[in-house]
């Protein structure tokens, strides 16, 4: 039965260890799926390479089906899942902070250490800029505190907010990922070419 830490299934002594291992082995799925070049990432956003969005939302349709069925027949238990507290207004903020270093950069912090890891230039500067954006951060915390507590919504989830079962959002969820694939689909032909 999981979440296997919370349960004492496994010992909370492996956590660190299990978090490199998992980030390893997700950096490595983002190199081997090509994540690691800025003109992948930021295709996206210019419309001619939507790779990104497709496999991100298919992990989260995956993962979102697997962990109801998952629920429903018992093997997790979904109350002793953690989710992280929104803070609204620091969540716009650093949303829009973080697009525009996406943007222009090309790469999030995952992609970042992925292409660092093989040793490209512009994902190692990109990958210092953000530690040093952090150590700023956090020197300049007392000045940014009360936006960063603001707005303060807890554990908060989508079907709250919307007030459907979990099941009814994964149903709609999945039929908007399978509809959105398939106009990309139709007009793939349509959308620029660009030689990565």
Do not use: H
């Amino acid at each position: 039965m999981g979440p296997l830490i919370p349960q004492q299934i496994i010992d909370p002594a492996w956590n660190n260890l299990i978090g490199f291992l998992v980030g390893m082995c997700f950096g490595l799925i983002l190199e081997a799926s090509g994540f690691s070049s800025s003109r992948k990432i930021t295709g996206v956003f210019y419309g001619y390479d939507f790779t990104v969005m497709k496999v991100f939302m298919t992990a989260v349709a995956v993962a979102m089906v697997g962990l109801l069925y998952f629920n429903y027949f018992g093997w997790i238990d979904l109350s002793l899942v953690y989710v992280n507290p929104l803070f609204l207004n620091a969540t716009i903020v650093g949303g829009f902070i973080m697009g525009i270093g996406f943007l222009m950069g090309g790469f999030c912090p995952g992609t970042s250490f992925a292409g660092a890891a093989i040793g490209k230039i512009d994902a190692i500067v990109f990958s210092l800029g953000m530690f040093l954006g952090i150590l700023l951060f956090s020197e300049a915390f007392p000045l940014v505190e009360t936006l960063y507590n603001a707005g303060d919504y807890g554990g908060l989830t989508i079907t709250e907010v919307l007030g459907i079962s979990p099941g009814l959002f994964a149903f709609f969820f999945v039929c908007a990922m399978l509809m959105l694939f398939g106009i990309l689909y139709y007009f793939r032909d349509k959308f620029r070419k660009i030689e990565i």
